[in-house]
């Protein structure tokens, strides 16, 4: 059974950038895409960012070009960068694993998730 | 960038039937799907492609659409279908949006 578990500093200063790991237990990275997806505390989810396996990826548009996405496949990782933090980037953390086809309508969505990463930043 | 609306709250009692609505301009061009999400847990995917269901899923939660509106039935409520469900969609770009969730409350 293929597994999630996102890693990196739960605690980051304001101003600095936020770096987490995903690490995916086992299998080939090449049939699904690989996202972050976030969640401040008491609020909604929040999708960051997407990356297939070739290191081709989308970002929400929200969020500009502070986030990073990238990929490594000979280590079964994806990381996440999101750089000049504030009190608005903390939240628990998912990365997550999408599916993605075209049936008449683009179909995308995520079947798989790690446990989350809460990450607070700090002033 | 397209938005999905939800309503922030649903109650119901056992045994009864619950309706989730997500509403968006982009959604007949567009599947929805449905997470469901318990307190310090991850969301685990209960629809996809508007109303298919993943292996594991109860036979109780099952998903419609109609023009601009899906929608998700929980049938036969029962205590720990009390969570928050979201749905998500994805637009021909590639972006991805959640709705703004909705609690369901078992009275």
Not at chain 1, 36 to 51: D, F, T
């Amino acid at each position: 059974q293929v597994q999630l578990q996102e890693s990196g500093p739960g605690l980051v200063k304001a101003s600095e950038t936020l770096s987490l790991t995903c690490t995916v237990s086992s299998g080939s990275m090449k049939t699904y895409f690989w996202s972050w997806i976030r969640q401040p505390p008491g609020k909604g989810l929040e999708w960051i960012a997407y990356v297939f396996y070739t290191g081709s990826s989308n970002y929400n548009p929200s969020l500009g070009s502070r986030v990073t996405i990238s990929v490594d496949p000979s280590r079964n990782q994806f990381s996440l960068k999101v750089r000049s933090v504030t009190a608005a980037d903390t939240a628990v953390y998912y990365c997550a694993r999408g599916f993605r086809s075209y049936e008449g309508r683009p179909n995308g969505y995520f079947d798989l998730w790690g446990p989350g990463k809460l990450v607070t930043v700090s002033s | 960038s397209f938005d999905l609306t939800q309503p922030p709250s649903v109650s119901v009692s056992p045994g009864q039937t619950a309706r989730i609505t997500c509403s968006g301009d982009a959604l007949p061009q567009q599947f929805a799907y449905w997470y469901q999400q318990k307190p310090g847990q991850a969301p685990v995917l209960l629809i996809y492609k508007d109303s298919e269901r993943p292996s594991g899923i109860p036979e109780r939660f099952s998903g419609s659409s109609s023009g601009t509106t899906v929608t998700l039935t929980i049938s036969g409520v029962q205590a720990e279908d009390e969570a928050d469900y979201y749905c998500q969609s994805q637009d021909v770009g590639g972006t991805h949006v959640f709705g703004s969730g909705t609690t369901v409350t078992v009275l």
